[in-house]
């Protein structure tokens, strides 16, 4: 009685430590997935907070240029060359931009191909100031 309780125990004994072997490595697999997972999900936090820091940048440079150039009487060359470094920003981008904004860049584009005196600047403000505000409540997803 005693050798076939002992046979019995032994046979599944074998078979429960197998099963336990295998649900050990199948957790110690899962377990490196999660922490992967873990600081992939980290890392994305990271990179909105930094889209958050180039959108609220490029706003108040958009800012700074249309103050520039309402307020200080203020339209050079340097302003021209910062507004089309914005726009390269934003072209990078250009793809998932809503349609509006596209429509805003293209026509602040063809505006600043015209001579520096000829260039509309209320119009060039106008469009900017636009850019700012869907920089600045999220309507543009830079990413």
Sequence with gaps: MINVLTKTLNEYG???SLISLL???FLALMTGN???NIKLILEHKD???HRGNIQKSLAKDIQSICQNIHDDKLFDI????????IIGLLEQHKKILPLRIRIELSC???ELKKKTAD??????CKKLSHIKGALKHGSIYIG
């Design 119 to 124: 260039i509309n600047q209320e119009l060039l």
């Design 78 to 85: 340097y302003i021209i060359s910062e507004i089309e470094e």
């Design 23 to 25: 649900f050990s490595i």
């Design 47 to 49: 990179l909105d907070k």
């Design 14 to 16: 074998g078979w429960i």
């Design 108 to 110: 602040i584009q063809h």
């Design 34 to 36: 999660i922490k992967k």
